[in-house]
């Protein structure tokens, strides 16, 4: 599986971006997830989404500003992110596996930058 991230960019705090995470390869039985890391910090679970049943999964502490959600006819994970802070500036990146760890998603895209700004 290939995933290609956009939708980073520079936003006020507060503020809202939608990133999206086009897919090329099977990703049926898989899910499509956003991890993200910021500078100095380890790479971190954001959000999952299951391609087949549509299941989501959120970090608890992104749950009600971030929303996960797929375009299965485009092969398209996107990753609404509402009342940006300035703690959630990283490197955004989509990942193919399987839950909400880490080390089950084994296929990476390039990431995409947010940048919060306060």
């Known amino acids: 599986v290939q995933l290609q991230a956009s939708g980073g960019g520079l936003v006020q705090a507060g503020g809202s971006l939608r990133l999206s995470c086009s897919a090329s390869?099977?990703?049926?039985?898989?899910?499509l997830g956003w991890f993200r890391q910021a500078p100095g910090k380890e790479r971190e679970f954001v959000a999952a989404?299951?391609?087949?049943?549509?299941?989501?999964y959120y970090a608890d502490s992104l749950k009600g500003r971030f929303s996960i959600s797929r375009d299965n006819a485009k092969n398209t994970v996107y990753l609404q992110m509402n009342t940006l802070k300035p703690e959630d500036t990283a490197v955004y990146y989509c990942a193919a596996g399987y839950g909400s760890s880490l080390e089950t998603y084994d296929s990476w895209g390039r990431g995409t930058q947010v940048t919060v700004s306060s």
């Open positions: 390869g099977r990703t049926f039985r898989r899910s």
């Open positions: 989404i299951s391609m087949s049943a549509g299941s989501t």
